[in-house]
Nanobody, 123 residues
Framework: VQLQASGGGSVQAGGSLRLSCAASVRTFYMGWFRQAPGKEREFVAAIRWSGGGSTSYADSVKDRFTISRDNAKNTVYLQMNSLNAEDTAVYYC???????????????????WGQGTLVTVSS
């Protein structure tokens, strides 16, 4: 499974960015994580490929970020609005190898990782 993340960049606080992650194959879920300098990688959002596309969000991004999918393109998007300096990080998309009954939110539950895309928010 290959994942290609894109869409990062620099934006001022209050602005928006949309990240994309194209997958070579779909594997149950797609998640977004981020890692700020000096911090551990943390969960941002995830979506299930099948069915209604159930989603899960970290509390810190709920109501500001929206994850969506385009199954025809094997691509997941992360629309990020009302960005602030705390959102500055390298953002990674990831996919699990195994199906889970609940949406995976831990880094250990994901097996495939994209290369990361940098998001910088200036205040």
């Amino acid at each position: 499974v290959q994942l290609q993340a894109s869409g990062g960049g620099s934006v001022q606080a209050g602005g928006s960015l949309r990240l994309s992650c194209a997958a070579s194959v779909r594997t149950f879920y797609m998640g977004w994580f981020r890692q700020a300098p000096g911090k551990e990688r943390e969960f941002v959002a995830a979506i299930r490929w099948s069915g209604g596309g159930s989603t899960s969000y970290a509390d810190s991004v709920k109501d500001r970020f929206t994850i969506s999918r385009d199954n025809a393109k094997n691509t997941v998007y992360l629309q990020m609005n009302s960005l602030n300096a705390e959102d500055t990080a390298v953002y990674y998309c990831a996919a699990p190898a195994r199906f889970r009954m609940t949406t995976p939110t831990l880094t250990s539950e994901y097996d495939y990782w994209g290369q990361g895309t940098l998001v910088t928010v200036s205040s």
